[in-house]
């Protein structure tokens, strides 16, 4: 029931926008029990579309650390994700739905710029920083499209150890050059 | 008639088991005459499928200039490319049914890989040549969704003279290091 409202509220709103005082509202509980059992509106979010993973940790454990190897932290981060077949049916589904409906492209988007392009970006000390956290995302959607959804070879199968350095010299690029 | 039964082949057999003489005579033509006004069986495919670039003349114009700069030359094509409405929507058309079928999927597959990845990674002086051909590809695609389809700002509005550097590098590292 509470994630049934937390979906429409999203819908209707927007993930900026939607406030969980409504959701709690219109799911009939206190708003005090549910940010007990969530936390926080990017908990309910995950919790209600069963996004599987929470870009709040990602940004502190992968962008928290040195500089000058962040791009290998991403990479490896990514590609770990990917290699779980549950995640990967997930964030499958997600992509899926997004390309479908306008309406959840963005609402996603609006999820993943507040909680991971503005959070990454405001770390980092380039030109554009937003841009060049956009251009690492689209090589990540990129690389899951040709390695998992088109599956063309060699890509589909290379190792991740293989991946993860070439991978990993982009993001580096993006995000320090 | 002739693209009908050309997409009959193609979707049949896959674009390298395709033959242009089994095309001919489901058409009821003469294969010199589709010969004539084909050429070749990448343009055939090009004109059944409504492909809007040509590949071999792409491989040919980009990849054959000085090694050194082709990341550049690259970028400055795909984003050229993108950039035209036309080509961008049909483009995005051929995505959209190649994520919805599993059969479309792997016949743009195997002429991709067969126009495309193996004429490019066979002038590459690189270790896994084709996949540092499909790491690019995968960072084309995934431009393109991030930029035309869930249309992140600002990745959305950044002109092409401050992507093409950028993406250059990337690709340029791909193609090179």
Redesign the interface.
């Known amino acids: 029931m509470v994630l049934v409202a937390a979906r429409a509220e999203f819908a209707a709103r927007g993930y900026q926008k939607a406030s969980m005082r409504a959701i709690a509202r219109a799911a009939g509980v206190d708003a005090a029990l549910l940010h007990h059992y969530f936390g926080s509106k990017d908990r309910l979010f995950m919790a209600a579309l069963e996004f599987p993973f929470e870009p709040r940790a990602v940004v502190e454990d992968v962008f928290g650390g040195d500089p000058a190897t962040v791009g290998e932290r991403v990479a490896a981060f990514v590609v770990g994700l990917w290699e779980q077949p549950a995640v990967r049916e997930r964030l499958l589904a997600l992509v899926?739905t997004?390309?479908a409906s306008e309406e959840v492209?963005a609402l996603?988007?609006s999820f993943?710029?507040t909680e991971l392009?503005d959070r990454v970006a405001a770390r980092l000390d380039v030109e554009?920083p937003?841009?060049?956290v956009?251009?690492v995302?689209?090589?990540?959607?990129?690389?899951a499209?040709?390695?998992y959804?088109?599956?063309?070879?060699?890509?589909a199968s290379?190792p991740p150890e293989?991946l993860v350095p070439?991978?990993g010299?982009?993001v580096q690029?993006?995000l320090a050059?």
Chains 1, 2 share one sequence.
């Not at 995302?137 to 690389?143: A, D, E, I, P, R």
């Open positions: 899926r997004a390309a492209a996603m988007r993943m710029v392009v554009q937003e841009l060049r956009e251009l995302m689209s090589q990540v959607v990129g690389l499209m040709a390695r959804v088109i599956a063309v070879e060699p890509l290379a293989v070439l991978l010299r982009t690029g993006y050059g």
